[in-house]
């Protein structure tokens, strides 16, 4: 094979792209393939590497329910009525395509659900979305709500979200519509309340209604990007039928809308529970918010400021626990991933063992617990204590085991070092 001349005008065979918006097109027999297609090809060929997980696209391949939330497991601590209810809702849509795409006849097309997480910040709802493409081998990218903008206002176009998924999909269109799109800080999209300003609610209410063609299904026109510089890329249109979102956020506030709506009816509610109808619900200020939120209906969502037409795009609602410290004790070491192996990785490539007693586990849940972070406040705790550490063992060969303790993590003493034997003790 043979790189044709410059003047030749020829396309790729398989992206359609010219020359001029590529560095290379190969020539084969009457075939052409150009040098973003072959990095595609290459890292198609390279995935589902050691424990890396892969889903092929036929029947028996698919995975069950079971198996999703098994894998979330994995990853994330409790939180298991939202992973069974997100876990149907993912296998669902995907069944959905291989069933539309099956049905030759279309006597019956079947809708999408996308999913809406409710909770905490630091509860695991960005974690849920990441580890769900890696598992499906999808895919993915995250969305920040607050930077939507109404088309020709200042900021980010809703479409943005789809040409960063069809980037993340190595400029794969038919990838792309199979991908997931998380859409972070979607409460922060909540209508404001009537007001004497006649300005119009352009990353509110206007972003709720940009985005509903979006999530039910249009085709959205992008523009890919060009590698020639000054060349512009050519118009891509990206099918949103199938793309699954999933939309999430803290929603303070929340739960005094609904436990106002349970409050006027705590009376009949009471009766109902005592009659062995109706299972008891809380009412009012005085109950945790854990279970004010799991009570949550699209009522509540949309007294909140969601438009009934942006909630009727998200069927599937899902509510996050807010962690408790033996739930941060239980992230710190058990996940695959978790802070303290990956520490502990860390300093065994230096020959040192790392270890924290329960009490300095505990004590560092707790400060977490304090910051309001949840999950996602712990590392930045991990960070500052294990700083002196990390700065001083590399540098030093006489070292062979560190210790964290609860004074560690409180700033009362600093952390254990142990030297070998014939080096001398601790210091």
């Known amino acids: 094979m043979v790189r044709p001349p410059a003047t030749s005008g020829l396309t790729c065979s398989f992206c359609h792209k010219s020359q001029r ?62 992973k069974r209810r997100i876990a149907v809702a993912v296998y669902n849509h995907y069944k959905r395509l291989q069933a539309n795409a099956s049905d030759k006849k279309g006597d019956v097309e079947i809708q999408k659900s996308n999913v809406l997480l409710i909770g905490p910040t630091g509860t695991g709802k960005t974690l849920i979305a990441q580890s769900l493409a890696r598992f499906l081998d999808v895919p993915f990218v995250v969305a920040d709500a607050t930077t939507l903008t109404e088309a020709g206002y200042v900021g980010e176009d809703v479409e943005n979200m789809v040409a960063a998924l069809y980037q993340a999909a190595g400029q794969n269109v ?62 891509i249109t990206v099918d949103t039928t199938n793309i699954l979102f999933i939309c999430g956020g803290s929603f303070e506030g929340l739960p005094k809308i609904i436990g106002s709506r349970l409050g006027k009816r705590s009376v009949g509610f009471q009766r109902e529970a005592a009659s062995g109808s109706a299972r008891p619900q809380p009412k009012g200020t005085g109950h945790d918010e854990l279970a004010l939120l799991s009570s949550v209906t699209s009522e509540d ?65 707790e400060q977490a617990i304090k910051r309001r972070s949840g999950a996602r406040g712990l590392r930045a705790i991990m960070e500052r204590v294990m700083l002196d550490v990390m700065f001083d063992v590399p540098s030093r060969t006489d070292v062979r085991s560190v210790t ?19 080096l001398g003790g601790v210091s």
């Open 404 to 422: 964290i303790t609860a004074q560690t993590v409180l700033g009362e003493a600093p952390a254990q070092y142990t030297a070998s034997a014939e």
């Open 174 to 235: 038919e990838r792309a519509q199979r991908g997931i799109i998380y859409v972070d800080e979607i409460d922060k999209l909540a209508r404001k309340g009537p007001t004497g300003s006649v300005s119009r609610d352009v990353s509110g209410e206007g972003v709720q209604q940009a985005l509903l063609k979006i999530l039910e299904g249009t085709v959205a026109s992008i523009q890919s990007k060009s590698k020639a510089r000054g060349a512009q890329g050519d118009n």
């Open 21 to 82: 918006d590529v560095e290379k097109i190969v020539a084969g027999h009457e075939v052409y393939i150009c040098s973003d297609c072959i990095r595609l090809c290459r890292d198609i060929l390279h995935e589902g590497g050691p424990g890396r997980a892969s889903v092929a696209w036929s029947k028996d391949a698919l995975p069950t329910p079971a198996d999703i939330k098994g894998f979330l497991d994995q990853y994330m601590i409790g939180q298991h009525a939202a």
């Open 301 to 365: 969502l949309t007294k909140f400021g969601l438009i009934p037409e942006f909630m009727g795009r998200l069927p599937v609602m899902a509510v996050l626990d807010p962690l408790g410290v033996d739930d941060l004790v239980h992230v710190l070491t058990e996940p695959k991933n978790s802070l303290v192996k990956q520490y502990q990785r860390l300093l065994k490539s230096e020959k040192v063992k790392l270890t924290f007693t329960d009490d300095a586990l505990r004590a560092i849940a």
